[in-house]
């Protein structure tokens, strides 16, 4: 309600809030903070970083912002993202798990602090080590 009134920071927050990041990101779009926008998809929509950059890039705005032509694409440039194709199966495991919560549930629901991160490598990492204590033992 608030994004078509024009409250654009109300939208963009409560979006935030509720998790629902895809929304927020589309609110920082279409009301043109682009920069704000793409380095917001950096930490929560990296499948969108590449999208938010074109964007940003072809703006008249800063057409010949030499600084803003400079960025470089996750996409085009992999080796200067050694990391990007882990956010992006964090994003996609996080989006398989959120789930919305009833208001009135809040105070029963442990801490929502979470390491997304951590919840898909530690397995992996546990995994990896229990098979090299089976072959050192």
């Avoid at 442990?110 to 050192?136: D, G, M, V």
Wanted: glycine share 0%.
């Amino acid at each position: 309600m608030s994004h078509e009134n024009s409250v654009h920071n109300v939208a963009f927050l409560c979006s935030f809030i509720l998790g629902d990041v895809q929304k927020a990101l589309e609110i920082l779009i279409e009301t043109n903070r682009l920069p704000e926008a793409a380095f917001f998809a950096r930490s929560y929509v990296p499948s969108q970083v590449s999208r938010v950059l074109k964007l940003w890039k072809d703006n008249p705005k800063v057409k010949n912002d030499r600084s803003v032509q400079a960025l470089a694409d996750p996409i085009e440039y992999p080796n200067l993202f050694p990391n990007y194709q882990n956010a992006l199966k964090t994003e996609k495991y996080f989006n398989q798990k959120k789930q919305t919560i009833s208001a009135c549930h809040y105070a029963t629901i442990a801490s929502q602090e979470r390491n997304l991160i951590e919840e898909i490598f530690l397995p992996l990492s546990l995994l990896l080590l229990c098979k090299f204590i089976k072959y050192t033992v």
